[in-house]
DNA sequence: CGCACTTTTGACCAGGGTCAAGGCAGGTGG
DNA sequence: CCACCTGCCTTGACCCTGGTCAAAAGTGCG
């Protein structure tokens, strides 16, 4: 059940079992949300949310109908971490299809990051993984439309991949053209069109909720995608080191 | 010398006059940067910089000919973190003005930061701070030209301001107008008539290193500008509080 | 079977990029 | 003191990517 998480963990090059083990065993209620369905406005929450499945969107509504969408949450990541006073992001989460969330403890997780140096390192691992992948899409938005889209569906491979949820060059992503467009900053209509260029082209293929990447090098070279800001490693051990801070 | 970082420090809210006064007594080294000059390429740095005059810029240069600017690096801000292994990122800090800057051993600021809660709070907020940047970047990115131009003069000034460098609604900006438009992400001629057309409907002007905001109410309005991103709480002292994760 | 949502396509328009040529400094040397 | 040069700002003309409006064709579900 916590399967995705536990490999992205173990991607990130910076856990042993034993912390894998321990943080799994602070994940507690599991729970469905529905496709469509806001998390942001339960107040008082107390708990870190663990995505296992499905995708959601952290997005904000700019000027009362257009809605941008800053980054996936996908299967591995965490959100809803407690904010520092006062809150410094007004930033919606949206589940895009049906998704399972594990909810963890705030004060279990601080504790465990204060007892094991590990967890610590994996918390800024995952803030400094979200800020890189902020930078990226800074920059993918000064390219054109189809190779920012296959920016996009590299990046979701590669993370994927690292959660166990890619099968070669295809992965599921159950969302629609509208969101798709709202997070590559296209309108529907041209995304549309931009996915058709790809298909055409052989590139990617997009449809009924799976993306199918026949050529994984060739796409990452028309993106001049370079997965390195990931900071995925493999599932490799890997520690020490200090601080890691980053930036 | 350490004016700047010490008052952003306590514009942030989670420092105390001991905190700073242990921060500022690791600050070593001060030394200038000629304006153009790159930072990134100084090969086994165990240092921390903290900019404390002028502007600098995190950057990537994409198609070997247009720069993209993710970030601007202000008086007050860190850079060159050091980095969780392997390298997350390939982006490059360039001095787009002269500037002064402190250094910082990664040592001491780590020792600093495990004594000092305080300190290690510090850590995260400006961490989270680049974050939520780099995140209202992505959403003005889909504002027209001229509200995109005045969202940055507002975070300009805000940011400044924050660092005590700003007088009313002015502030120095020794930055060319190719600089500003990377960072916009629009082209030098384009953003040229943006700035034109801030500066006849009486928003902002920028000249000769210099902008000022008449009203500065208005251009927040007109650019839908919202500082709570930025995280600042004035120069209150405030502590307490856990991890101080966000996101 | 009908309803509602999503995908697809067409036609038209505009914001902003590109190319290219002038202004307008400030710095240097005669 | 002036000619010159280099770099930056400014403006003009033209084009293209991508937005908007609108309608048709799927697609899934009660």
Redesign the pocket.
């Given at each position: 059940m916590n399967g995705p998480f536990l490999t992205k963990l173990e991607y990130s090059g910076h856990t042993d079992a034993a912390d894998r083990a321990a943080i799994a065993s602070i994940v507690a209620h599991h729970r469905v949300v529905a496709a469509?369905q806001d998390l942001s406005a339960e107040p008082g929450r107390s708990t870190v949310l663990v995505l296992l499945q499905g995708v959601m969107c952290r997005y904000r509504v700019m000027d009362g109908r257009?809605r941008r969408i800053a980054s996936f949450v996908l299967p591995g990541d965490l959100c809803r971490l407690p904010e520092a006073p006062p809150k410094t992001s007004d930033w919606n989460i949206g589940a895009l299809s049906r998704c399972a969330v594990g909810e963890i403890p705030i004060e279990a997780l601080t504790a465990l990051a204060r007892e094991r140096p590990n967890i610590n390192r994996i918390l800024w691992w995952m803030t400094l993984n979200e800020l890189a992948r902020a930078r990226e899409w800074l920059v993918t938005g000064?390219?054109?439309?189809?190779q920012?889209t296959a920016h996009l569906f590299c990046e979701l491979h590669a993370c994927l991949q690292a959660a166990g949820l890619a099968e070669g060059g295809a992965f599921r992503l159950e969302?629609?053209?509208?969101a798709l467009?709202d997070a590559v900053?296209?309108?529907?209509?041209?995304?549309?069109?931009?996915?058709?260029i790809l298909r055409e082209a052989g590139l990617a293929c997009?449809?009924?909720g799976r993306v199918e990447i026949p050529d994984l090098a060739q796409l990452r070279a028309f993106a001049t995608f370079d997965g390195a800001y990931l900071g995925l490693n493999g599932p490799v051990a890997r520690t020490g080191g200090a601080l890691h801070l980053g930036t």
């Amino acid at each position: 059940m916590n399967g995705p998480f536990l490999t992205k963990l173990e991607y990130s090059g910076h856990t042993d079992a034993a912390d894998r083990a321990a943080i799994a065993s602070i994940v507690a209620h599991h729970r469905v949300v529905a496709a469509r369905q806001d998390l942001s406005a339960e107040p008082g929450r107390s708990t870190v949310l663990v995505l296992l499945q499905g995708v959601m969107c952290r997005y904000r509504v700019m000027d009362g109908r257009s809605r941008r969408i800053a980054s996936f949450v996908l299967p591995g990541d965490l959100c809803r971490l407690p904010e520092a006073p006062p809150k410094t992001s007004d930033w919606n989460i949206g589940a895009l299809s049906r998704c399972a969330v594990g909810e963890i403890p705030i004060e279990a997780l601080t504790a465990l990051a204060r007892e094991r140096p590990n967890i610590n390192r994996i918390l800024w691992w995952m803030t400094l993984n979200e800020l890189a992948r902020a930078r990226e899409w800074l920059v993918t938005g000064t390219m054109p439309a189809p190779q920012r889209t296959a920016h996009l569906f590299c990046e979701l491979h590669a993370c994927l991949q690292a959660a166990g949820l890619a099968e070669g060059g295809a992965f599921r992503l159950e969302i629609g053209q509208a969101a798709l467009a709202d997070a590559v900053g296209l309108s529907t209509v041209h995304l549309n069109r931009t996915l058709r260029i790809l298909r055409e082209a052989g590139l990617a293929c997009l449809s009924r909720g799976r993306v199918e990447i026949p050529d994984l090098a060739q796409l990452r070279a028309f993106a001049t995608f370079d997965g390195a800001y990931l900071g995925l490693n493999g599932p490799v051990a890997r520690t020490g080191g200090a601080l890691h801070l980053g930036t």
